[in-house]
């Protein structure tokens, strides 16, 4: 009987844990087409590595890189004019790139994100298994970065770039927490932000990140199986 009540007890936790629980679904998208939904996603920077591709019966978005003599690039798809949130549940099913030297990115930012006082929110996957959370906060007193005091740990060796994993931010009145597969593993307690926010999913080449990237280990894809919101 004991047993039983634990396991009830357990059950009851971790639904309770969920944090797209008690709010109601109000945007979705599981790429199931082969076009990019207009009414949903602008492009930014090249639209021929954005494409869909095949999982069993199942597709996803797929975001690549061009090729170029620098590589320095960032492609994305964005909701910005289209879709914007003030609090809820964000959250994307990404398989991230797996090595260094370009950057899957799932983002959060108000469409006026360089004026104050505004915030964005950022999964960063680097390569080697390693996807960091990230906050930038532009105050009037000019930018200020926040993250988590020590790095987040890399996960299991390939997980990352071979499995589909779900990435997502919970934003409240009071605080941003960042989960990843429905665990908790950064909060930002601040307040000040209101402004309701667009999701953006990007892979990028930065100019300091170049001499990182081995053009042999290309294609190196970002993939992403769907995403929704709560309110």
């Known amino acids: 009987m004991r ?11 971790a639904f309770a844990a969920d944090p797209s629980t008690g709010k109601k679904l109000v945007f979705s998208d599981d790429f ?21 591709v095949k999982f069993g019966k199942e597709s996803a978005l797929r975001i690549g890189l061009k090729s170029g003599a620098d590589m320095i690039q960032s492609n994305s798809v964005s909701t910005r004019g289209k879709f914007s949130q003030q609090y809820g549940y964000f959250e994307a099913s990404m398989r991230m790139n797996a090595t260094e030297g370009h950057t899957g990115i799932f983002r959060l930012a108000s469409d ?12 960063h996957a680097s390569g080697k298994d390693r996807v960091n959370p990230w906050a930038r906060a532009t105050m009037e007193s000019g ?21 589909f994993h779900t990435y997502g931010f919970l934003w409240t009145e009071k605080a941003y927490t960042w989960y ?18 667009n999701l953006t999913l990007t892979h ?12 042999k280990s290309l294609p190196d894809d970002v ?3 769907w995403v929704k919101v709560w309110k």
């Open 3 to 13: 047993l039983l009540a634990f396991l009830a007890f357990a059950t009851a936790a």
């Open 32 to 52: 199931n087409g082969d076009a990019l939904d207009a009414s949903k996603w602008i492009v930014s920077g090249s639209k021929d590595v954005i494409s869909f």
């Open 112 to 123: 006026d994100e360089k004026t104050a006082p505004s915030i964005s929110l950022s999964f």
């Open 143 to 163: 930018m200020q970065d926040f993250r988590p005091e020590k790095p987040n740990p890399p996960m299991k060796s390939g997980d990352v770039s071979k499995k």
């Open 180 to 197: 990843i597969d429905g665990k908790v593993i950064h909060k930002l307690e601040r307040k000040e932000f209101t402004r309701p926010m």
């Open 204 to 215: 990028r080449v930065l100019e300091e990140d170049r001499p990182k990237l081995n053009l």
């Open 223 to 225: 993939d992403i199986d």
